[in-house]
């Protein structure tokens, strides 16, 4: 495995989640259903190539089948969940990469 690879991906994951949780609150409050399933797809796979598990399980069994079908989720307050689900998901990448690649750097 190639760690300056990981560092890189993880990254470039953790912007790509922090801009589509913008865009899914911004579509929401929109009521804009189409481009906010386009931003929930998006995050839905990125989270999971993360190798996040709580966030992409939320969305996939709680909001992914409402709105596969055309119609807003009913679950409440799902939208601050898939929120705190990804801050927390973000939290656990950035103490990865600061456990991981800073112990991997002091050994060079």
């Known amino acids: 495995m190639n760690p300056a690879l990981l560092e890189e991906s993880l ?3 953790s912007q790509q989640m922090r801009r589509l949780a913008g865009l899914i609150r ?3 409050g929109a009521c804009q259903l189409e481009p906010m399933h386009e931003a929930l797809h998006a995050l839905l796979g990125i989270s999971g190539s993360a190798g996040a598990v709580a966030l992409p399980l939320f969305i996939k069994q709680q909001v992914y ?3 596969a079908a055309g119609a807003w989720p009913s679950q409440p307050q799902w939208l601050e969940t898939i929120e705190q689900l990804n ?3 973000l939290q656990a990448i950035e103490a990865y990469q600061q456990k991981a690649f800073n112990s991997h750097k002091n050994l060079q």
């Open 11 to 13: 990254q470039v994951w």
């Open 65 to 67: 089948p409402a709105v």
């Open 87 to 89: 801050t927390q998901t």
């Open 26 to 28: 911004k579509h929401t």
